[in-house]
């Protein structure tokens, strides 16, 4: 371990993030993460994958997990990635990952995991029952992110807490090697309306797709009829829409709604508001519900395209992988030789 003062990264700004292949994606998912990729890959240069790797933390039925990370590539390219600019690729094929993971499993810190606030709300009451998996998931996530060197990851407000712990693991890494500014200490972009979206039954908890109740969430890949349903049967109040976003503070199920529709229209909340101040849930609920199936509709239609042709998806993923791996090996190559490993 050395006392030296950090000196910046400074090598290129790139993109990373990914999704687990661990059921449908729904509106959180979107919002939060995939629409910031699509808009990404014309700005930076852009790395998104299928964490198969993180859905194993859980179970996952061996015979179904290479279609469901198949339905995740369908849902990126349906979103508007576009393999040419973005490189995409499942987590499996890129051995990489789990080679940085087992160094940075010897930076971290049991402290530090034990903080993680995600770990306790999945593990809930029976932690002693969960994988060791998913107790050193966000240390995965870290070597998913600094394999690349990425300074930036869209993702949504709840993985937060992991980004500031992959700043501390690369931070101890550049210290504890002497390798000042090796690593960069990444940005989470969590800005944007669709950071946080709520479950449509309980505005205080988070919309998930491991909820077990599927109203709770629209997925992507929910018809029109569907998704009106669940707008319909969604929880609010009997209250009129105030006209500022002040008369929301004790109204979560409300504030998620409007944050629902300003996120989708791409417009503030205060924009929605000036509309429909006034109006009850009788009125706003039929014209979010267009805007939803209006947006999501034709995804779920390109996702069942896609899907029907699982080689080109394959091709995709293929080509994204050795592009992926030309980018890690060198920088996993570096990693073990600062570690003094024998086959560094
Ligand atoms: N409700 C949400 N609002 C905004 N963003 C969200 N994300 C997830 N839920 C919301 C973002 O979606 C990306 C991919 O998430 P993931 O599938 O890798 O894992 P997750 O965060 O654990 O998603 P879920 O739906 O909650 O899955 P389960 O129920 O399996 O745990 C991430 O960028 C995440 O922030």
Redesign the pocket.
Known sequence: MTDQAPTAYAGPERVL????P??DL?L??Y???LVKFARLQHEIDTFIFV?DL?AITAWQEPSKLKHQVREIAAAYLATGLDPKVATIFAQSAVPEHAELAWVFNCVARLGWLDRMTQFKD?AGKHKERESVGLYTYPVLQAADILAYKATKV??????RQHLELTRDIAQKFNNDFNAPGFFPLPDALTQGP?????SLRDGTA??????PSDNSRINLTDDADAIAQKVRKARTDPEPLPETMEGLADRAEARNLVGIYAALAGVTEARVLAEFAGQGFGAFKPKLADLAVSVMGPIGGEMRRLLADPAEIDRILTDGAQRARALAAPTVAEVKKLVGFWAG
Do not use: C, F, Y
């Open positions: 993030s990914g999704v687990q661990t059921g729904h959180g998912n919002l939060g993460a964490a993180h999945k869209p993702v949504g407000e709840d993985q669709g950071a946080r979206i709520m988070k919309m998930s797709k491991s909820d």
